[in-house]
């Protein structure tokens, strides 16, 4: 199990973009499959987008496809979301998250959560 600090949240205009971080610590990260979910006011929280351990097989939502793109420095324990084009509709509190594959990360099956970071993208 690993502990998570997300940040890199802000406020930003609609076409913009940001860069999410997820730093680890544990010994066990780098065999972590990992992910970002996102919970927008009223709603359920969502997978976005999930990597393996390797880095060699990813997620995608349909609704951030093209526009998101997750990844993973193992030797710095570090997992990233560059998000591109934002929308108003990707407004949301960004949680970082583990797991023991890609399938699971997607199904829901989480080992261990962030706390979260603000993302709001004004119109």
């Known amino acids: 199990q690993v502990q998570l600090v997300e940040s890199g949240g802000g406020l930003v205009q609609a076409g913009g973009s940001l860069r999410l971080s997820c730093a680890a610590s544990?010994?066990?990260?780098?065999?972590?499959?990992m992910g970002w979910f996102r919970q927008a006011p009223g709603k359920e929280r969502d997978v976005v987008t999930a990597?393996?351990?390797?880095?060699?097989?990813?997620y995608y939502a349909d609704s951030v496809k093209g526009r998101f793109t997750i990844s993973r420095d193992n030797a710095k324990n570090t997992l990233s979301l560059q998000m591109n084009s934002l929308k108003p509709e990707d407004t949301a509190v960004y949680y970082c998250?583990?797991?023991?594959?890609?399938?699971?990360?997607?199904?829901?099956?989480?080992?261990?959560w962030g706390q979260g970071t603000q993302v709001t993208v004004s119109s």
């Open positions: 990597i393996s351990w390797s880095g060699e097989s990813t």
């Open positions: 544990g010994r066990t990260f780098r065999f972590a499959s």
């Open positions: 998250a583990e797991g023991s594959s890609v399938g699971a990360l997607v199904a829901g099956t989480i080992t261990s």
